[in-house]
């Protein structure tokens, strides 16, 4: 029976999302990007071979499966442009099998440009963004006055809409950040090209998404980012600037979510953060590091290091509440390997006093974890396929994060390649 599926991630994003998605495509017949930008960074391994996505859906590697861009997703031409180009040589077929919706916002040089001089301009308050243009092309999408993909084939609409849009953005650039204006003659030209270049690939992705529901096949959504950095629902204001949750998955593809038959959450065995914002059970010793090293966290997109932590029960639980996270996978188990014991942070100490909730974000930075201790395993479970293959106290980990978070772990990674996953129950059985 077909089913349409939805894979996000419950933690702050990294959880290794872009291998799940790729393990589970040869079960559905198309792929759709709802949400984010190309600061998403999803790297599948596929016999040993690295490649690293940031627009393109992760199902592009399978050769008989569509992939869709939906309209909730902010695009950069020339960071596609660019994606497609590297893919070339080991991927056939992706212009034919690349979908971009017509009404995806753009993002403009002027959207990269103020990104990077607000952060700047923040100094040690800044949120910490990857300086891509993603948060100012989704403000211009809310005020209206921002291009959307299908604006770039017809001149005369690029025109009016980059004008209008500089009128505001010369402005500011000129008068707050003292900075250069930008040429609309120049960015109207590009802009056409840029449209040229990728009209072969731009369509209605609702109807076509539609479409393939009619005749029985199954899609999978694939979130970017985490729960936690949800512009609604996350670590405000130290978040993305889209909606990271399950509900997005409608409103950034066009399909009523009544379409939508489960939502497999990813979390690591372990928590990890890029950039600024609260983060109780970060570690700073040895053993944060040790998880640093092994699980090699450092940004597929901006190669940043990635802050090291216990696994937040807490949070987890909070974020399949917000989602409706029917089953969950865990990634890097082996990251844990010889460890001799491990922590999961089972509550908070908020003024003193103990809660099991996940408390308001004004309060997460100065709230200390309540942590329940593990014994570590001291053997190795990298690439164990199988669930009673691993060593007892990996098995006593995984029910205790069950029982923490409510939510059945059907789904456990065990190494970066596509093989090294075991599968208790697929969301596709």
């Not at 092309?137 to 690029?158: M, S, W």
């Not at 802009?191 to 009619?214: K, R, W, Y």
């Not at 979510?257 to 950039?275: C, E, F, N, Q």
């Amino acid at each position: 029976m077909a089913k349409n599926i939805v894979v996000l991630g419950i933690q702050w994003g990294d959880e290794g999302k872009g291998k799940i998605v790729d393990l589970l495509t040869r079960h559905v017949d198309a792929v759709v990007r709802f949400q984010g930008g190309h600061n998403a960074g999803h790297t599948l391994v596929v016999d040993g071979q690295k490649t690293i996505l940031h627009l393109i859906p992760s199902g592009i590697l399978h050769s008989d499966v569509k992939c869709f861009i939906g309209s909730g997703v902010v695009l950069s031409p020339t960071a596609l442009i660019q994606e497609i180009e590297a893919l070339k040589g080991s991927v056939t077929d992706i212009e034919q099998r690349l979908r971009i919706s017509h009404t995806c916002p753009v993002i403009m040089p002027y959207h990269i440009l103020l990104d990077k001089l607000r952060e700047n301009a923040k100094g040690k308050k800044a949120i910490g963004t990857t300086g891509r243009g993603i948060g100012p092309a989704y403000e211009d999408k809310v005020a209206r006055r921002g291009l959307r993909f299908g604006d770039l084939l017809d001149e005369n609409i690029c025109r009016s809409r980059i004008d209008e849009a500089l009128d505001y953005h010369n402005f500011v650039l000129k008068h707050f950040y003292h900075s250069e204006p930008i040429d609309a003659d120049s960015l109207v030209r590009e802009s056409l090209t840029f449209g040229e270049q990728l009209a072969p690939m731009v369509g209605d992705v609702t109807v076509e998404l539609t479409d393939c529901i009619n005749q029985e096949g199954s899609i999978l959504f694939e979130g970017a980012q985490g729960t936690m950095l949800d512009i609604d629902h996350g670590t405000y204001p130290y978040v993305t600037s889209s909606n990271t949750t399950a509900g997005a998955a409608s409103t950034g593809s066009g399909i009523g979510p009544m379409l939508i038959d489960g939502i497999l959450g990813i979390a690591k065995a372990y928590t990890t953060r890029v950039g600024s914002g609260p983060f109780p059970t970060e570690l700073f010793d040895e053993t944060g590091a040790t998880l640093a090293s092994r699980g090699q966290e450092f940004g597929s997109t901006t190669g940043r290091p990635r802050r090291c932590g216990w696994f937040d029960a807490v949070m987890v639980q909070r974020a399949c509440l917000i989602s409706g996270v029917s089953s969950l996978c865990i990634t890097k188990l082996d990251v844990l390997d010889g460890l001799n014991e491990i922590k999961i942070c089972t509550g908070y100490e908020v003024d003193d006093t103990p809660v099991d909730i996940f408390p308001d974000v004004s309060r997460l930075s100065s709230c200390r974890p309540i942590y329940e201790v593990l014994p570590g395993w001291q053997t190795a479970t990298f690439g164990i396929k199988t669930y009673a293959a691993l060593p007892q106290a990996a098995r006593d980990y995984i029910d205790r994060l069950e029982r923490l978070t409510g939510c059945s772990i059907d789904l456990i990674s065990t190494g970066p390649d596509r093989v090294d996953t075991i599968v208790r129950k697929s969301p596709y059985s």
